[in-house]
């Protein structure tokens, strides 16, 4: 089955640190880009973060350039996303999503992790 | 990058044919063809509809389609069904739309 299993989140004061990751599953992990994107609750969708199959090409969302960092472990079938310097308006749920290809562009995500759920507040 | 521009909701009853819309500019959905499309329901995670304007992905009805025109791309589910009744998302070089609720009568 393919699957992708977030984890970290939590609740967690302003200015401080949080490390993601997503657990993927039944397919071949480093065929693809893979991507971040959260929800604000009662909100819309915001892409955050992409990175490419070889990790070569890694794209951030001009709210979280330079505060958020995304990797990846091929070997481990993992995607990560550290979070420094959070801020209440980074309250949201996180997803893992799965690209269609191997590059940032063009963009469709055919996989999406049920999420984790990051506060932040004091 | 602001938003892609979507009506806030859209209804229907049962078996009739619905079109959401989505507008951008020729930066995005007027100048690619990488434009896609998400159904979400409540505290459910998006699904993927469409891909590439047009492309529907493998076990999505063929109720789904979508088009485009200029900077506007469009999503028509016909035959309308009480499942369809969810939040749809466009998106375009990872820009989402601001979402529309589908509402079936």
């Known amino acids: 089955e393919v699957q992708l299993v977030e984890s970290g989140g939590g609740l967690v004061q302003p200015g401080r640190s949080l490390r993601l990751s997503c657990a993927a599953s039944g397919f071949i992990f480093d065929d693809y880009a893979m991507h971040w994107v959260r929800q604000a609750p009662g909100k819309g969708l915001e892409w955050v973060s992409g990175?490419?199959?070889?990790?070569?090409?890694?794209g951030y969302a001009d709210s979280v350039k330079g505060r958020f960092t995304i990797s990846r472990d091929n070997a481990k079938n993992s995607l990560y996303l550290q979070m420094n310097s959070l801020r209440a308006d980074d309250t949201a749920l996180y997803y893992c999503?799965?690209?269609?290809?191997?590059?940032?562009?063009?963009?469709?995500?055919?996989?999406w992790g049920q999420g984790t759920m990051v506060t932040v507040s004091s | 990058q602001s938003a892609l521009t979507q009506p806030a909701s859209v209804s229907g009853s049962p078996g009739q044919s619905i079109t959401i819309s989505c507008t951008g500019t020729?930066?995005?959905?007027?100048?690619?063809?990488?434009v896609s499309w998400y159904q979400q329901h409540p505290g459910k995670a998006p699904k993927l509809m469409i891909y590439?304007?047009?492309n529907r992905p493998s076990g999505v009805s063929n109720r789904f389609s979508g088009s485009k025109s200029g900077n506007t791309a469009s999503l028509t589910i016909s035959g309308l069904q009480a499942e369809d009744e969810a939040d749809y998302y466009c998106s375009s070089l990872r820009v989402f739309g601001t979402g529309t609720k589908v509402t079936v009568l």
């Open positions: 990175i490419s199959w070889n990790s070569g090409s890694i």
């Open positions: 590439e304007v047009t």
């Open positions: 999503a799965k690209d269609t290809t191997e590059w940032l562009l063009p963009d469709a995500f055919d996989i």
């Open positions: 020729s930066s995005d959905i007027g100048g690619y063809n990488s």
